[in-house]
């Protein structure tokens, strides 16, 4: 290919196409269905779908094809179909992944940017779903524009952007299956909906964690009394829940005392883990805004690593029950509810985990208080198969040519749940997990925001796999 018409057509295409459109993208408010109860009646998600389906059709790449497939009750899924240059060798399909679903607002944004407001300040595009991850679509099908004008080739592509991803792609199954006959054998992955610890160079995900959402209640009044009273008497249910919470994860340090939970660390996990705390030492606390006289987790940067991509975490992601406090009477409450985020290993079975969660929480219940476990949500980790040397060859000259550094890998505590489904359904198939999130991104919190350039980087870089892979 002809780096320089590479170059010129990522970057043209960016600024004259993508960015309005992705601004405009950014405008709907497409609530991943887990945090909208009314999203069929909404339509927001089928928006979105929509919208980005009029932008591909607007490309006009020859013999393309797109459409938006919907099973019955379940998120819709975009489809774009680009059939292979003439001068491919590849055989099968190349499977271009991200999705167009969002998380909630959660919480207030700094003046002058909004969630559904798209604000462009220099190299920063801010909005809910610009980095996670509106833009993936649009990088993808530019990529391939761009081989196309660079004199390069490209196997048959399929790009896929599914509307659940944020809600543990729950409708994924179905259409992978209702799909099959339609991606025929694929043959190559790429997943932009990912990312890495800086902006310097393309890192690709080796792994990623799995989950299990649960709320918990802890009931032990039909009413709430006078804590006056009560007190002394009942129990508090905040006191059972903190004893429920000990049998979970250890106070003190952290640890997740679920044996189901847990999973060996492949030594080669390991070694990664290593070579990466010894690339930019301190790096990973200095990634976070740690409040003044905070220290992280450990002082062990290895350990940092293997704590945040191969070991069971819990976090307590909301409550109810709770009153504010400026609010808050004299009142020993019925009941108290916590939503409880687990992050599992990579290899870890969600559902033996999600089972052990309520064997654990329901045995033996300090006083017979009422406990429940709900609304879950699960999804299962990944992790990388072996590279081929073709593509290994041709992720560290892409580097080299696009950043002057060749890619590192690196594990991530998220997950995308697309990874293990394809993972299990086409083993043979080599992944490129990537994407243009940095640590900085506020991916899932207030102040979202996309690095236009760093975006254009991996479009470039994506766009060389894509003209690898047609030689192979």
């Known amino acids: 290919m002809k780096q320089e018409i590479l170059r010129q057509t990522v970057s043209e295409t ?115 779903g610009s980095v996670d991850d509106g833009y993936s679509g649009y990088a993808a099908l530019t990529a391939l524009e761009a081989v196309r004008a660079a004199g390069g080739e490209h196997a048959r592509a399929v790009l896929l952007l599914e509307t659940s991803e944020e809600s543990g792609s729950p409708d994924l199954p179905a259409y992978l299956e209702h799909l099959t006959e339609r991606l025929g054998d694929v043959s190559l992955v790429v997943s932009l909906d990912s990312g890495g610890g800086n902006y310097e160079r393309m890192w690709l995900t080796t792994s990623l964690r799995g989950l299990v959402h649960a709320t918990l209640t802890v009931r032990v009044l039909d009413t709430a009394l006078h804590s006056g009273l009560v007190s002394g008497v009942v129990p508090s249910s905040f006191r059972i829940m903190r004893h429920l919470l000990d049998r979970l994860e250890d106070p003190k340090t952290g640890d997740i005392r679920v044996p189901e939970m847990h999973a060996r660390i492949p030594a080669e996990r390991r070694a990664d883990a290593v070579s990466l705390a010894a690339l930019e030492p301190g790096a990973t606390a200095r990634r976070y805004p740690l409040v003044t006289g905070m220290s992280p987790a450990s002082d062990d940067e290895v350990e940092l690593i293997l704590n945040s991509t191969w070991r069971p975490t819990l976090s307590v992601i909301g409550a109810a029950g709770l009153p504010d406090p400026s609010v808050a009477g004299a009142v020993l409450r019925e009941s108290t509810s916590l939503r409880l985020s687990f992050r599992l290993p990579p290899t870890v079975d969600a559902e033996v985990a999600r089972a052990a969660l309520v064997r654990v929480l329901t045995a033996d219940v300090p006083y017979g208080a009422q406990v429940e476990v709900s609304d879950f949500l699960t999804g299962d980790g990944w992790d990388a198969p072996a590279t081929a040397a073709w593509l290994s060859a041709a992720l560290d000259k892409a580097g080299e040519h696009v950043f002057g550094k060749s890619p590192r890998g690196i594990g991530l505590g998220g997950g995308i749940p697309f990874m293990q489904m394809l993972g299990k359904r086409y083993p043979r198939a080599q992944f490129v997990v990537t994407g243009a999130v940095g640590s900085d991104s506020n991916m899932h919190v207030p102040d979202e925001w996309l690095n236009i350039t760093f975006a254009k980087q991996i479009t470039e870089v994506v766009a060389h796999v894509l003209d690898a892979h047609a030689q192979t």
């Open 14 to 128: 960016w600024a004259e196409s993508v960015l309005p459109s992705l601004s405009r993208l950014i405008e709907i408010p497409a609530l991943s269905p887990a945090y909208d109860d009314e999203w069929q009646k909404q339509g927001h998600l089928q928006a979105a779908a929509q919208h980005v389906q009029q932008w591909v059709n607007s490309r006009s790449i020859p013999g393309s094809s797109s459409d938006i497939v919907r099973l019955p009750g379940r998120t819709p899924v975009l489809v774009v179909d680009v059939p292979a240059t003439d001068g491919s060798r590849a055989s099968g399909t190349v499977l271009l992944y991200g999705h167009l679903d969002k998380q909630p607002p959660l919480g207030n944004w700094s003046e002058g940017l909004g969630p559904w407001q798209p604000v462009l300040r220099g190299n920063r595009l801010y909005g809910r």
